[in-house]
């Protein structure tokens, strides 16, 4: 799990996005790599804008150039995938 | 959590060392006797008679504070909590003294962060803080002013027996208050102090700046002035200077002819002395042939003049004396050099060379030679000394005379050579002996002798315009510098204080120096947040630097995704910055920034006062219609203490809320104010989804406070109060949306 170990030892986990709808969705990641790439896969699936979207776990924003290592993800942890609010003025109403 | 484990852990002790005494009571009571038993018995109804008495006297006597807290939930649970330690059967001593449950448990230090946060919030309602000791910890409770009397009252420890020490309580309890109060006094000094250390920072700077800027100004003119009274200085000393060298120079070499002269002597009679070979003779009689060219500078003209006859004679003469006596060329030169000084000399010399056959007859000859050349010198007026240059260039001419005549020598051409050279070398051995400052002066003299004035005037000049260079340097380099440092100072506090203090008129959008000016609150001034706030002026424009900032975070031509603004648990790119452009909505990211800011200044008391929970929560909340498990909310905000605390520190939750991803209102609930109250803040109320956005507030709030709030206080609170607390809690709820 240590960022020191080399790429070929570190291992895979899987890891459920959660989206706000309910739907489950499993991936499987290196620890080590980035998680843009979990992102951008998970939003061409469920054909979402990948800007509008923004994954929690835990509370704490994951960012696309965070890794599972770094966050210090385990194995079958839970994504939360949420859609950016915007609210402004009277011309939503 | 480490606390309430510790409570838990000390309850369960005291349960079974309770459990052991009633043990030992019962093992006693098997084993008496039933006289001692009826005494006992006796005993234990006296007792109770008498407790039942006092209980009747004194109807309301708990151990512990009441406890008041703005809510009447505290009220309520005070009075639930109220607990008699009272037990016939089990020694008093074994009673645990602390109370249990305790509603707030606070130590010295969240009491002083409490005392801290009230101050700077002002206070809600002007409580007072009544702090009692318990075991391990204070028991506070503010209490609302009418209400001290009582409270005091209920306060007092109550007056029994088993409390023999009550004024030692009492003595205690007033000791802290009145600590209290010299914390609160030390804490405003401590923030005078500050106040005043900051003062002294830019009062040091100002005195510094000015203080470089006067020695800049006046560098110049003080160096000039020195310059210009050195240079009067050295034009007055200058003449008088001159003046006393030339006399000094007349007296040395006045002097110095003489001992010159007799110097040679000395030693021309020390080495006919010394030589009695031959060969020895041939050299020595060089260096004293040499001696006596430089004397015969001094040699008057009318006798140079008719050198050349004599050399002619003496040439005749030598040629004579050769044939004669080829036994040394050295005497044959001492004639030449004789002659050059005078007739008779040569005469003798002559006769000396005609006379001597034997080397050893040589020295005596010598000598007589030397004295006869001494005396000769020695008569030699100092006028001609004064006219040496011509006589110099007479001496050379007679000199090339004696070369070409004396072309048979051995070695005429090293004689020479050794002539040349020596004269200006005994010249400078001359000057060189009375004192080196005399000879460097004689340089000088030498030198410049004709022009003296100017040619000291010129390294006076020279020093003058290497020390204006030097000025010049100065003012290129080290004033400049210090302008630049000075003004770099003076920009960068300038920029500090607009950073804080100016605002732009450009933005419209009042959110955007509201989010920056909090954001720069927060890294400049840890402290007395409120007081910054109050002194910015929002519409003053922006400085440089904030131009550069804005133009950095604004640009459309940088990327979007890149992380501008990271905390610890959100993070804000720059295309949730650009939501904050005027007549743009605002993103969630920026909102959750906000929170995360809110939530940090809240974690400077210790615990967290004020929830302010991220806009995720409600998104949750709403669209899972309030099913999100316990575990998953716990984890996600409750853990490291995120954005929750413990519930009884608890005074105000705000949820921000979103409607129908277009329009953002803040739901507050709050528990401090005497009514427990839910307040919608909403910017554009609407008639149509008033009704939906209730309805998601309660959804939220119902939730969270109902489920939530009572499985996370049931961790704290024993069993058997949780279903008042329910009761409770739904009576606020239904008097707010009933």
């Keep these: 799990m240590s960022k020191r170990s080399r790429p070929s030892e570190m291992p895979s986990i899987s890891l459920k996005v959660k989206s706000q709808d309910g739907q489950d969705l499993y991936f499987k990641i290196r620890s080590d790599t980035k998680f843009i790439k979990l992102f951008t896969s998970y939003c061409d699936k469920r054909q979402l804008e990948y800007r509008t979207i923004q994954f929690f776990h835990d509370g704490q924003r994951i960012l696309g150039s965070h890794t599972p290592a770094r966050l210090n993800l385990e194995d079958n942890d839970e994504i939360e995938a949420m859609t950016h609010a915007l609210g402004g003025g009277c011309s939503g109403i | 959590m480490g606390r309430v484990k510790n409570i838990e852990e000390q309850d369960a002790i005291e349960e079974q060392d309770a459990l052991q005494v009633k043990d030992e009571i019962t093992k006693k009571w098997n084993n008496l006797d039933e006289d001692s038993k009826l005494e006992y018995r006796r005993e234990a109804r006296e007792n109770c008679e008498n407790y039942a008495n006092l209980k009747h006297n004194i109807p309301c006597k708990p151990r512990k504070v009441s406890l008041d807290t703005r809510c009447t939930l505290g009220r309520v649970l005070s009075m639930l909590f109220y607990f008699e330690h009272v037990n016939v059967e089990i020694d008093v001593e074994h009673v645990s003294k602390r109370l249990r449950p305790r509603i707030c448990f606070w130590g010295k230090e969240e009491v002083k962060q409490r005392m801290l946060k009230l101050q700077s919030i002002g206070g809600f ?61 030390m804490l405003v000094l401590h923030n005078s102090v500050n106040v005043i250390a900051k003062n002294m920072e830019t009062f040091k700077k100002d005195i510094v700046l000015e203080w470089k800027n006067v020695i800049a100004n006046n560098m110049e003119t003080f160096k000039n002035d020195i310059f210009l009274e050195l240079k009067n200085v050295i034009a007055n000393n200058m003449e008088t200077f001159k003046n006393e060298i030339v006399l000094e120079l007349k007296n040395v070499f006045a002097n110095n002819t003489e001992t010159f002269k007799n110097d040679i002597c000395l030693e021309l009679k020390n080495v006919a002395k010394r030589e009695h070979t031959r060969h020895t003779i041939d050299l020595d009689l060089y260096d004293i042939v040499e001696d006596l060219k430089n004397e015969t500078m001094v040699l008057p003209k009318k006798e140079s003049t008719s050198l050349v006859q004599d050399k002619m004679d003496q040439d005749d003469t030598i040629h004579v004396k050769k044939e004669s006596k080829k036994e040394s060329t050295s005497p044959v030169q001492d004639k030449r050099r004789q002659d050059d000084t005078s007739k008779p000399i040569c005469l003798e010399l002559k006769n000396v060379a005609k006379m001597e056959h034997s080397g050893h007859t040589i020295d005596l000859n010598l000598n007589d030679i030397v004295e006869e050349l001494k005396n000769e010198t020695k008569v030699l007026p100092k006028k001609e000394s004064i006219s040496l240059v011509q006589d110099k260039m007479d001496q050379d001419d007679t000199v090339h005379v004696k070369k070409e005549s004396k072309k048979k020598s051995t070695s005429p051409v090293q004689d020479k050579m050794h002539q040349d050279d020596t004269v200006p070398i005994k010249r400078e051995f001359k000057t060189v002996s009375p004192s080196p400052i005399q000879d460097t002066m004689e340089n000088d003299r030498n030198v410049h002798m004709v022009g003296l004035s100017k040619s000291i005037q010129k390294p006076g000049s020279k020093t003058v315009l290497s020390r204006n260079v030097d000025v010049d340097m100065l003012q290129l380099t080290f004033p400049h510098n210090n302008r630049i440092t000075a003004s770099c100072v003076t920009h960068s506090a300038k920029s500090k204080v607009t950073k804080s203090l100016k605002r732009s008129p450009i933005v419209t959008s009042q959110v955007v120096p509201n989010l920056k000016k909090r954001k720069k609150i927060k890294d400049t001034s840890q402290e007395s947040g409120l007081v910054d706030e109050e002194s910015i002026n929002e519409f003053a424009p922006f400085t440089e630097l904030e131009k550069i900032i804005c133009n950095y975070i604004f640009n459309k031509d940088l990327d979007g995704s890149e992380v501008l603004a990271s905390m610890k648990y959100e993070y804000g790119d720059r295309a949730a910055f650009f939501s904050l452009l005027p007549s743009q909505w605002i993103s969630s990211q920026i909102i959750n920034l906000t929170i995360c800011m809110m939530t940090l200044e809240e974690k400077k008391y210790g615990e967290l006062y004020a929830w302010h929970l991220p806009t995720h929560f409600s998104q949750k909340m709403i669209e899972e219609d309030g099913n999100p498990t316990l575990e998953w909310f716990k984890r996600t905000y409750r853990d490291d203490d995120k954005y929750m605390s413990r519930l009884m520190c608890c005074e105000q939750i705000y949820i921000p809320m979103n409607d129908n991803n277009s329009h953002w209102y803040l739901c507050v609930i709050d528990f401090s104010s005497r009514k427990k109250c839910i307040h919608i803040l909403d910017s554009l109320p609407s008639t149509t989804r008033q009704d939906i956005r209730i309805k998601n507030v309660q959804t939220v709030v119902l939730y969270d406070c109902g489920m939530y709030v009572i499985k996370h206080m049931h961790t704290k609170i024993i069993k058997q109060n949780l279903t008042l607390m329910v009761i409770y809690l739904l009576e606020v709820y239904f008097t707010v949306f009933a």
């Design chain 2, 125 to 185: 309602d002007s409580p007072k803080l009544v702090i009692t000791q318990m075991e391990d910890g204070y028991e506070t409770a503010s209490i609302p002013l009418e209400k001290q009397c009582i409270n005091q009252s209920h306060a007092m420890p109550c007056r029994d027996e088993h409390k023999p020490n009550m004024d030692s309580d009492e003595a205690t309890r007033t000791f802290e208050q009145s600590l209290t109060s010299i914390r609160d006094y």
